[in-house]
């Protein structure tokens, strides 16, 4: 891991005391923002402080998330910020600094603001982009949302039933049977003349037989009363709706 950040950045110096955290002791570093990366395949936290004089140090955490799938995931998790254009995709807000290239996962932010450290930020993290080596693949799931009305920066891709109930509350029960081995997208939809997004679920599940078990188990306790079509109308006045094919489950919130 040390390999892969340089020690020197433009102006800047390592400090040369990283520190490594890994799936057992993340939570020493960052508390309960732990689960988040620990919901993937996370395997290492290397932070780094880069030295300038007069100037605050700026942090560099890199996280080995073992495959690109999840270092999109993690990414995803919140895009909220202007793209910044670094690495395989990027967001800027707050100070913060927060892209993905190949496995890595990266936050670079300064100790403290300055008029200048925003510039600086920015350029670490670029040079960073650049020594991190090849590209990753994006998860194969996203190819298969449907392109009309989505909204690209709303993907989010995950694994388990919480990081559903963070990004759309489904059920405090694991209802759709998520977990290590099922990937998961989803996606907000905007369509003219209608005000309000429509939210496309996606899931992949090792074996068919598991896909409708699924399906099953989402329809008798989300939407009992849905119709044959496994369509039903809410208390919030909008449809719900969802079907499984092969490996595959399929959900349509507030359409």
Do not use: C
Request: hydrophobic share 40%; net charge neutral.
């Amino acid at each position: 891991m040390k390999k892969v950040l340089p020690q020197e950045i433009l102006a800047y110096q390592s400090e040369g005391k990283d520190k490594f955290y890994d799936r057992q002791t993340t939570f020493r570093y960052m508390d309960g923002a732990a689960e988040l990366y620990r919901s993937f395949a996370f395997k290492l936290l290397m932070v780094r402080r880069y030295l300038k004089a007069n100037a605050p140090a700026i942090i560099v955490e890199l996280f080995d998330m073992g495959l690109a799938e999840d270092a999109f995931g993690v990414f995803t998790f919140e895009t909220g910020g202007e793209d910044a254009g670094i690495g395989q995709g990027s967001d800027y807000g707050g100070g913060l600094l927060r892209f993905w290239k190949g496995k890595f996962f990266l936050n670079v932010y300064a100790e403290q603001e300055t008029p200048s450290t925003q510039q600086d930020v920015l350029e670490i993290a670029r040079a960073i982009a650049g020594w991190l080596g090849p590209q990753g693949q994006k998860p194969k799931l996203i190819h298969h949302l449907p392109q009309e009305g989505l909204s690209e920066r709303s993907i989010r891709y995950f694994h388990l039933h919480q990081s559903l109930n963070y990004h759309y509350f489904v059920s405090h029960e694991n209802i759709l049977r998520l977990g290590e081995k099922t990937n998961a997208v989803l996606a907000s939809y905007f369509f003219p003349k209608i005000e309000e997004k429509t939210l496309f679920l996606l899931i992949q599940y090792p074996t068919k037989k598991l896909a409708e078990e699924a399906l099953q188990s989402f329809v008798k306790a989300y939407i009992p009363e849905a119709s044959p079509s496994k369509t039903m109308k809410t208390e919030s006045g909008r449809w719900t709706a969802a079907q499984s094919h092969r490996e595959y489950v399929m959900v349509v919130f507030d359409a």
